[in-house]
């Protein structure tokens, strides 16, 4: 009896001893697991705060962006406005040529007819030293392919590589061909001097068209890149509100 009893204490003690191994090793799994969640936690955290930095970042970079097209269009539209106006001017010369070419005027009426095409000429300088943005003259030639007096780059996204040079050629009477470098201005007093005026204004049309073409075409591309930049700034906006929410 007193060996089968001290069996039993024997295998009472040793399940004891089992049962408090067995819970302190589920306590240490515990306390790891916690641990570790814990870590894991922190690193969320930390990668959540690292991903909305750059969300912000990015943000901030592409409103700026925002603002250099939104400058950009502004400067393009004050040169197209300029450009039409000296093309409507053009087609007024050419109208007078063409009129003082016909037969049926006098050499006085052909004077008065002259007398207009000098006030328009000379408008046409007075539109290239008017037109201007932020106090830069656009028309002059300073932004043209050829000019090393300045250049205008337009930044149109975040990287630095995301960005367009403008070019607007010279449209001054001179650089158009209606004056010369001594000052004479394209003559309509005579039948034969209002045809050669009238050949001359076909490569003055010709520039100042393709100005307004490539004016078109910078416009253009930069609302299509308004459009996409705009879109996700409202999609950041969107995201980085529902972060701070959390």
């Not at 819970?23 to 969320?44: F, L, R």
């Not at 095409?117 to 932020?134: K, Q």
Request: charged fraction near 30%; hydrophobic fraction near 35%.
């Amino acid at each position: 009896m007193i060996i089968q009893t001290g069996i039993s204490d024997y295998s009472s003690q040793k399940l004891r001893w089992a049962q408090y191994a067995a819970n302190s090793q589920s306590e240490n799994n515990t306390d790891s697991t916690s641990e570790k969640v814990k870590t894991t936690n922190m690193q969320v955290d930390k990668a959540d705060i690292s991903v909305h930095g750059r969300m912000k970042a990015r943000l901030m970079s592409l409103r700026e962006v925002r603002n250099n097209i939104k400058s950009g269009i502004e400067m393009l539209e004050t040169a197209d406005k300029g450009v039409r106006t000296i093309l409507t001017i053009l087609e007024k010369i050419k109208d007078l040529a063409v009129q003082s070419i016909n037969g049926i005027y006098s050499k006085d009426h052909r004077q008065l007819i002259q007398v207009q095409v000098s006030e328009l000429i000379d408008e046409v300088d007075r539109i290239v030293e008017s037109t201007e943005y932020n106090s830069k003259t656009l028309l002059d030639g300073d932004y043209s392919r050829h000019s090393r007096k300045a250049s205008m780059w337009m930044q149109i996204g975040p990287n630095m590589h995301e960005r367009e040079r403008i070019f607007i050629s010279t449209m001054s009477a001179l650089n158009l061909r209606l004056s010369n470098v001594k000052g004479e201005i394209a003559s309509v007093s005579t039948p034969k001097s209002a045809q050669e005026t009238l050949d001359t204004l076909e490569y003055s049309l010709y520039r100042v068209k393709k100005q307004l073409a490539d004016i078109e075409g910078y416009n253009e591309r930069f609302k299509e890149t308004q459009i996409k930049v705009n879109a996700e700034i409202e999609l950041l906006e969107k995201n980085l509100g529902e972060t701070e929410k959390r």
